[in-house]
């Protein structure tokens, strides 16, 4: 069909015919040439050739829709070896998608990459160029398929063995596919292969790009789940109750005394019912009346101790003068006075 459509537009093979291959080639080379460079992906020269690349593509992908290079209804022998190449369109599109940097954007632009990558499969499985099962939608992916019972899990098991085995064929093709590719390039790219050699080189290509969609899908959406969530925690959350309508806050009240807490309540049971301060406060006070309270015991025990002090006093002055006058009864006055003798 790209033959008879060629054979129709063969008047303006001067305009279309060199442009589509050169766009081609363009998007490619400056893959190609951002993958390959030591510099960082972010850098201004890198993203300019990024931009540049996408613009080839895009300007091929509406070309080729302009001229329906592509019919579902054909089969893969019916296209012919050199148009083969163009199916690799949406994939080299994903693949530059990808090395675009914008936090802000990153979501938009892995979810652009991933419907580049479907496109591309899809075209790939329509015409059967190599078996393998297609991924499933953004909105049903397998890791949120749900199984109930044992026979759910059993083919929960299956379906997981079934894609660990699918990688571990895709890993052992990856390698086949790289040496068969080296040994067609030099070929091709001379002018040198027939065209049986050419379609081999174009049907390896897309090969190659299968896997490699295949695995980018893959990281795109364990990236997409965690982009999601990433910017879910950035918006404010709609379930929760406007200022207006929330019920008030119960404050709590620091009580002194009992007829107080009667009126505005006790907080909660833990809640202390002073400050620091008053705490310090009543004991200052406390102490002091402690230390009055020992002074006046400490006065009353001295004030004790002089009154029986004072009564031993009393009673042993009372002893002497009853002697005194004991003495005097049974002495005369002037006994013992030797100075008066004659």
């Known amino acids: 069909m790209a033959e008879a459509v060629a054979a129709a537009t063969e008047d303006e093979e001067e305009i279309v015919g060199p442009r589509l291959p050169q766009l081609l080639e363009t998007g490619r080379r400056l893959l190609g040439e951002v993958e390959d ?35 579902p209804n054909e089969d893969l022998e019916e296209i012919s070896s050199t148009d083969l190449k163009y199916l690799l369109v949406p994939a080299l599109q994903g693949a530059l998608t990808l090395k675009q940097i914008s936090f802000n954007h990153r979501l938009e632009q892995v979810q ?52 660990r085995q ?3 064929e895709r890993y052992k093709q990856k390698k086949e596919l790289e040496n068969k590719l080296a040994s067609l390039e030099s070929a091709v790219e001379n002018g040198r292969a027939d065209e049986e050699q050419v379609r081999e080189y174009y049907l390896l290509h897309l090969q ?10 893959e990281s795109i959406d364990q990236e997409i789940v965690i982009l999601k969530a990433r910017d879910l925690g950035k918006q404010p959350s709609t379930s ?28 909660y049971p833990s809640l202390a019912t002073m400050t620091v301060n008053d705490w310090y406060e009543q004991r200052q006070k406390w102490d002091t009346f402690k230390n ?16 029986t002090k004072s009564e031993e006093d009393d009673e042993e002055s009372l002893l002497k003068k009853r002697n005194w006058d004991d003495w005097k009864d049974t002495h005369p006055r002037g006994y013992g006075n030797r ?3 004659g």
């Open 37 to 71: 460079t030591n510099e960082s992906t972010n850098s201004r020269f890198i993203q300019e050739k990024v931009k540049q690349g996408l613009e080839s593509l895009e300007k091929a992908s509406r070309m080729m829709a302009q001229l329906d290079l592509f019919s």
């Open 112 to 163: 652009t990459a991933r419907a580049h990558f479907m496109d591309f499969l899809k075209q790939c499985q329509n015409y059967q160029v190599t078996k393998f099962e297609l991924p499933s939608t953004q909105d049903n992916p397998p890791g949120k398929k749900s199984f109930d019972g044992p026979t759910g899990s059993q083919q929960s098991l299956v379906a997981m063995a079934s894609h």
């Open 166 to 168: 699918a990688k571990i």
């Open 208 to 217: 190659k790009w299968v896997n490699i969609s295949l695995e980018e899908i």
């Open 240 to 267: 929760r109750v406007p200022p207006q309508n929330r019920a008030p806050t119960k404050p709590f009240i620091l009580t002194r005394d009992t007829a107080q807490a009667k009126v505005f309540g006790s907080g």
């Open 292 to 307: 009055s309270k020992v002074t006046l015991n400490q006065e009353a025990d001295q004030d004790e101790d002089q009154e």
């Open 339 to 341: 100075q008066n003798m």
